[in-house]
């Protein structure tokens, strides 16, 4: 039996200092069989060009470029592009370890029983690493919003978790990998977790989740309304 492919989708914006080393850090991976989907949401300096420029040498990275629209839309054309049997995340401003496909892989190989796996994380501000304290997905916790979350970022899982679940919400601007996960609550799905700091999440004040903290946590909460009151 075949290892089965690994799609990681990447959406970028405004990455020019960071995607290069994105990259590289899943070339780096010791698990060979994957694919990158690469998304630029209409950047304006050179992210597309410097994605494109590795798809050149690396034929397992495909690119796209979209008209500005937001996060979720570049991650729904990435699921569009990604034709593996796992689907991984990263965003363009992340690092991860070069085990961590091939451990989230294992994982759910040998686990069955869950969907999608997660992982323990860093924060990189600069040069500098700082451990940070996680744990699995809880799910009465995360729909009280009191903690019991994942790194939305570090999530592994089969397809057809996406297949059940749907596409990302467009209509946010920030927070619809959180609304993801409620979503997928709801569906059942089960979250497993692997304690090692996998995943590397960069600090910069042109994150995402920093410029739009307010804006996702109003999504968050109005998603956790909705299903109390369902």
């Not at 989907?37 to 304006?44: F, K, L, M, N, R």
């Not at 470029?65 to 401003?93: K, P």
């Not at 600069?126 to 009191?146: C, F, N, T, V, W």
């Not at 739009?212 to 109390?228: I, S, V, Y």
């Amino acid at each position: 039996m075949s290892p089965p492919l690994v799609s990681i989708m990447m959406p970028a914006y405004e990455s020019v200092n960071w995607i290069e080393q994105a990259i590289a850090s899943v070339q780096a991976q010791t698990y060979k069989d994957w694919q990158l989907c690469i998304v630029d949401d209409g950047s304006e300096d050179k992210t597309a060009q410097i994605a494109r420029e590795y798809a050149l040498t690396d034929t397992r990275i495909r690119v796209s470029e979209i008209v500005h629209a937001g996060c979720a839309a570049a991650r729904n054309e990435c699921l569009r592009l990604m034709t593996g049997d796992i689907f991984a995340r990263q965003d363009a401003d992340d690092l991860m370890s070069v085990d961590r496909i091939e451990l989230s892989v294992s994982f759910l190989l040998d686990n069955p029983s869950y969907d999608l796996v997660s992982c323990g994380y860093a924060w990189l501000t600069g040069d500098r690493y700082e451990s940070r304290r996680s744990g699995p997905m809880i799910p009465a916790l995360y729909r009280a919003g009191k903690g019991g979350s994942p790194v939305c970022a570090s999530l592994v899982g089969w397809r057809k978790c996406y297949d059940l679940v749907g596409d990302f919400n467009e209509s946010m601007e920030a927070g619809s990998d959180g609304d993801w996960n409620f979503r997928a609550l709801d569906a059942r799905l089960r979250f497993g977790y692997i304690p090692s700091q996998m995943y590397i999440q960069r600090r910069h004040k042109n994150q995402l989740s920093q410029r739009l903290r307010q804006n996702q946590r109003k999504n968050h909460e109005q998603a956790r309304n909705r299903r109390r009151l369902s």
